[in-house]
């Protein structure tokens, strides 16, 4: 059996630098607070839990007086560092650039439409991290939409201003702006801005190819992962042999039955190590030389 693992796959530079900081300032204090969790995977932030980092809301961010907090790649609205101001905690902020851009962009677009009676759309997961840092920049005051039909929510009779999350399917985004400029009162009023991160919406298309050179495709991630879920869609649908799991534990031997060739990828939220683990598994379940290590 040959085993590869997707080189393509694994943390975006947004994560690593999070990751990369939370472990600086855990050899340095010893005990780091990160406000939810630092990466949607929960392998990952067990490795980290032992090493001293805990995983706190917002609503304990009160009783953290004095703390060290880390604001994780997926940012934080406003809100989130007056209230750190107010308790005297030291914020380590490792909001993704991208993120923090996005963050900006919202703010000027809420500015825009103010200004001439329109509303700010973003296409989002409800409750996500990011969603919750974008939103707050104005204060709530944006429509989020996950499927066309949250789109009843908007007036096409007023201006609209188009948005993503960072992570989201390039698909779906071009779909709601299909429907938003049908439905528009004036087309000339809509200002569409794709903010899809580039790195993560290039990894459709690849993984897409990757997924249809192997009989079986292992796609790692985390249950919580939104962009896991968008690049597992894009695997199965190249693939349908393609399974999604968290770690090696879940790994099924009936599904395969007449395999002579794996491919292992995953999010952008999923570790290389954790992939490579998924791999040496598959080797020593059917006895195939050592897996592919780029």
């Known amino acids: ?7 393509k796959s694994g943390f975006c530079s947004g994560v690593v630098a999070a990751i990369t900081q939370a472990e600086a300032s855990l050899a340095a204090l010893g005990t ?11 392998v990952e932030v067990q490795r980290l839990e032992k090493l001293g980092l805990q995983t706190v809301s917002r609503e304990r961010m009160a009783e953290l007086d004095g703390s060290t907090v880390l604001i994780r790649a997926h940012g934080e609205p406003p809100s989130t560092y007056r209230l750190a101001a107010e308790h005297g905690i030291r914020i380590i902020d490792a909001t993704c650039p991208i993120v923090a851009k996005l963050q900006s962009r919202v703010k000027k677009a809420h500015e825009q439409m103010k200004a001439c009676g329109g509303q700010v759309v973003i296409l989002g997961k409800r409750g996500h991290a990011e969603v919750v840092g974008l939103t707050g920049q104005v204060d ?3 429509i989020v939409v996950e499927t066309p039909e949250d789109l009843d929510a908007v007036d096409f009779s007023r201006p609209v201003f ?8 390039p698909v779906l985004f071009e779909r709601i702006k299909e429907i938003i400029l049908r439905r528009a009162a004036d087309p000339a009023e809509v200002t569409i801005r794709n903010t899809i991160c580039g790195r993560v919406s290039s990894r459709n298309p690849h993984l897409k190819e ?13 249950r919580k992962s939104s962009n896991g879920k968008v690049l597992y869609h894009t695997c199965l649908e ?5 399974y999604n799991i968290e770690d090696e534990n879940e790994l099924r031997p009936e599904w395969f039955d007449g395999c ?6 995953g999010a952008t939220s999923t570790p290389k190590w954790l992939m490579q683990r998924v791999a040496d598994r598959i080797a020593r379940m059917f006895g195939a030389d050592d897996p592919d290590r780029t």
């Open 238 to 242: 190249a693939n349908p042999r393609s």
């Open 210 to 222: 990757f997924s249809g050179r192997f009989d079986v495709v292992i796609f790692v991630c985390g």
């Open 32 to 42: 780091v607070y990160s406000l939810g969790d630092i990466v949607h995977n929960r």
């Open 162 to 169: 188009l948005l993503s999350q960072t992570t989201q399917s």
């Open 260 to 265: 002579r060739s794996v491919g292992i990828c």
């Open 140 to 142: 709530e005051d944006a």
């Open 1 to 7: 059996m040959y085993i590869e693992i997707d080189e």
